[in-house]
């Protein structure tokens, strides 16, 4: 029998910075039921988010073969048992608008997925993909500051908006999904619907078959994860990313600016002395 395994893919901007680091303190409550693999810092999880972009935005062999590698290379981490498998990162949905030049609905997610779940299907896993989906009104200006935050966007909200105009709704692409891996193999999962802000991920760990009295049981998350900037801070780096820095001596001030927010806000008072 096929060994489940549940590919959660974001997307970007719904929460999966704190569900993950909910998975990864409920795992070991989870162990008997559960492996689970997140982004961590030194493990091939890192390397598989950055090969999943890249092929997004070009989806060619040597994209494809990366890809392949480095999914490979979290494969062979998991333990030989029985046990479920969860393997949550954002970036497996690739681009998002704003990365890259990216304007439209991760196009390449149908493909890019088609691939992984063969791979995962050959390796004797039975996989299932999770997306989590977020209110347009919401998740869009999220996106925009993230892609400001991260990925050097230079744009304002309203050139933003401007570009992906013709951004379909999220039916669009789970219509997509479907078609490519089967309505079976995927499921949305609305941010709005989660019940428990202090154990986020309970649609996620129910749909990998966890009991509602175990995730009832499970420890709250002790604080909640990186808020976005204010919007003085974003400004700042949005007219940062318009110079011609170096990327390294870039992404330092924009880890400056995350760490001193009360300076870009006119409002309030500066803490500490300048």
């Known amino acids: 029998m096929s060994r489940p395994l549940l590919l959660h893919v974001g997307v970007q901007k719904t929460g999966t910075t704190s569900l993950q680091r909910f998975l990864r303190r409920s795992e070991r409550d989870l162990s008997d039921l559960l492996v689970v693999r997140t982004p961590e810092e030194g493990t091939p999880m890192r390397p598989l988010g950055r090969a999943a972009i890249a092929f997004s935005l070009t989806p060619d062999d040597a994209h494809r073969d990366r890809l392949f590698a480095a ?3 979290v494969l062979d981490t998991l333990p030989d048992d029985g046990r479920g498998v969860i393997i949550s990162h954002e970036n497996l949905a690739g681009a998002m608008p704003g990365n890259g030049g990216e304007t439209r609905l991760f196009p390449a997610l149908p493909q890019m997925l088609s691939l992984i779940v063969a791979r995962a299907e050959a390796r004797g896993y039975a996989p299932h993909v999770a997306v989590y989906t977020r ?18 966007y230079a744009e ?3 050139q933003f908006r401007d570009s992906t105009a013709a951004l379909p709704g999220w ?17 949305r999962l609305r941010l709005e619907d989660e019940s428990d802000a202090d154990r986020p991920g309970r649609q996620l760990l129910a749909l990998a078959g966890v009991p509602k009295a175990r995730l009832d049981a499970l420890p709250l998350l002790d604080s909640r994860a990186m808020e976005r900037l204010s919007p003085g801070a974003t400004e700042f780096l949005r007219r940062l990313n318009g110079l011609a820095l170096n990327p390294h001596a870039r992404d330092r001030v924009a880890d400056l600016v995350a760490r001193s927010q009360p300076l870009f806000t006119a409002h309030l008072p500066s803490e500490g002395t300048l």
Do not use: K
Not at 135 to 152: E, F, H, I, K, N
Not at 171 to 187: C, F, K, N, T, W
């Open 135 to 152: 209110r347009m009104t919401a998740w869009l200006p999220s996106v925009w500051a993230q892609a400001v935050r991260t990925d050097g």
């Open 171 to 187: 039916g669009d692409l789970m219509r997509r999904l479907s078609a490519e891996l089967g309505a079976a193999r995927v499921s």
């Open 71 to 73: 999914f490979d290379a």
């Open 156 to 158: 304002t909200l309203a």
